[in-house]
């Protein structure tokens, strides 16, 4: 039973269309970024493991009320905390309190004892700022290696604008993943990194099943205009990457729906991904060789016809 069936669609000649889409929420994106500058003074919602401190899961022998938490820690010199109701066990929150060292962590817990109607405290993690900074500095690191190292071995397997394009769509992917993360602010944890990672193999992957079916066709149909070679690749291959991608993103999503809050930003930034990466795969990155492609040869063009003119 085919899910979906393929037909005589022009994907290449609507190039510009899918740009459009992508550019919107990309810059949808980027404008949720300037918003949580404004009201919680980052573009993300970092988690301690970007920003140093102290996350404290406490339950309580009835609801908490939330404001009198907020006061208590502002009274002690603590400023704005973050505060989350958490669904399980019951009547439990979650505290997210910037702290430097570990006697300023004791200091807190001591604080959260003090609460009303305090039972005990579920979860609690630290984090130091110098260990934030090293997470942050890696985590950019391990991305642009391997963006350099695609780069390399997709100019080598293929030509050097096949590897251009492939990091465009990658960046395209990325672009598109943190603006999600800033529009819902779900905290970024460690496990973005992963996900990350994860989502740039996905989309090469994806990626070079298309352009390797173009540089197959380019034998086989020799007289065929060159847009026309990149449609009938892509289409090609649709079924197959839509049929990956759906079986990939089922799995994806049952681990966003069944993992709950430790999973949540794994879940979400590859479910994200899978879907980020199979539309940029089809729609940016194959489409996006024909614009490289045209510019080159009107360039070539504009060359020829200079030499002309001097002779």
Do not use: C
Not at 78 to 85: L, N, Q, R, S
Not at 171 to 191: E, K, N, P
Not at 237 to 265: D, E, K, M, P, Q
């Amino acid at each position: 039973m085919e899910i979906i069936k393929v037909g005589n669609w022009n994907i290449v000649g609507n190039r510009k269309r899918f740009y459009a889409i992508s550019l919107t929420v990309i810059a949808i994106g980027i404008i949720a970024m300037i918003i949580n500058m404004a009201t919680i003074g980052a573009p993300f919602n970092l988690g301690v493991d970007f920003t140093g401190g102290v996350v404290l899961e406490v339950q309580f022998n009835k609801t908490p009320d939330f404001q009198i938490i907020r006061e208590t820690f502002q009274k002690a010199g603590y400023g704005k905390i973050e505060v989350k109701a958490v669904d399980s066990p019951e009547n439990t929150v979650m505290l997210r309190v910037k702290a430097t060292n570990g006697k300023e962590r004791d200091k807190i817990i001591n604080l959260v004892k003090t609460l009303p109607d305090f039972k005990q405290i579920v979860r609690q993690e630290f984090v130091g700022p110098s260990v934030a900074k090293t997470l942050i500095w890696n985590a950019f690191t391990a991305t642009i290696i391997a963006l350099v190292l695609i780069l390399i071995y997709i100019s080598i397997r293929f030509e050097f604008i096949y590897g251009l394009v492939t990091i465009a769509a990658l960046i395209h992917d990325v672009l598109v993943l943190l603006g999600v993360f800033a529009m819902t602010r779900v905290a970024i944890d460690s496990s973005f990194v992963a996900v990350v990672l994860i989502l740039v193999g996905y989309s090469v992957m994806d990626t070079i099943v298309v352009l390797d079916r173009i540089r197959e066709n380019k034998h086989i149909y020799r007289g065929m205009q060159f847009e026309q070679l990149v449609n009938k690749s892509i289409l090609s291959t649709f079924r197959r990457s839509f049929n990956t991608s759906v079986t990939t993103l089922l799995a994806a999503l049952a681990l966003l729906i069944v993992g709950g809050r430790l999973l949540l930003s794994y879940g979400l930034g590859l479910s994200v991904g899978i879907l980020a990466g199979t539309y940029s795969s089809i729609f940016i990155a194959s489409p996006l060789l024909v614009d490289i492609r045209n510019w080159q040869a009107k360039r070539q063009g504009n060359k020829k016809g200079q030499r002309k003119s001097k002779k």
